[in-house]
């Protein structure tokens, strides 16, 4: 969702960024031209049809800063600079890259309007796995496209072997609900470890769930397809709860509005 700054367009361990630029997301072979108003889901990265690249990062950048400044709990405050956002993205496009984690955008108009991340763990955690960043553009709150990025990363993460994912969220925000919805539960949490601002300290959630056909809808939409859904917005950076075993990453998720 990497680095590991606060918040931005993919930071890690923080909450998500907003991209600016609105990268062209070529379509599938074979597939029809999408409508003027359809959102298409693109796997990034390698095996991708959306190449994790530097205009890729520009548009990460872009969405995740109009997200934070319209309220979204992803990891920065309401007011924050671009250069703040893209020092954390910065990692995450790597990851990308390389292929160290797995993403999907969610593209309308040739532009970013979501983005989902998941990060497998390694070594003796590769059965593990952390959902970096879900977030989705203000405008299109309710419409589907948080649980759309949910299920493609939950199909990605059964598809790679992974069968515990996590979450890390700022209480407060919302975001129990939307999770809950894909079999996650609260595992600990971190008092106080988010602050919004002066004498305004917020608990952070470790959310986490054990990957199952159920909740990957159908263990079928990787890759390019996906179910639909909205963005839920997290906290900041950091992971963990109290005596909860989490993951060390510093990556958090989820978009503004209401999660669907």
Known sequence: M?????????????????????????????????????????????????????????????????????????????????????????GLVDDLRSGRAFGFALNRHRTLVGVGVLRPGRGLSRHTGEIVAVMVDPDLRGSGSGTRLMTALLAQAHEVGVQKVQAAVRDGAGLEKFFGRFGFAEWGRRPGWIRVGPGQDRDEIILGATVTTANTGTAASTGTAASTGTAASTGTAGTAGNATPVSTSNTHVISPGTPR
Not at 46 to 72: K, M, N, Q, Y
Request: charged share 15%.
């Open 2 to 90: 990497v680095p590991r700054p606060v918040s931005g367009p993919l930071p890690t361990g923080s909450e998500p960024v907003s991209p600016e630029s609105e990268p062209h997301a070529p379509e599938s072979p074979g597939s029809a031209s999408p409508g003027p108003d359809q959102v298409t889901l693109r796997r990034v990265g390698p095996g991708g049809t959306w190449a994790s690249d530097s205009a890729f990062g520009v548009a990460v950048v872009t969405l995740w800063h109009r997200v934070a400044e319209s309220g979204g709990a992803v990891g920065f405050a309401a007011i924050v600079s671009r250069a703040e956002v893209a020092a954390v993205v910065a």
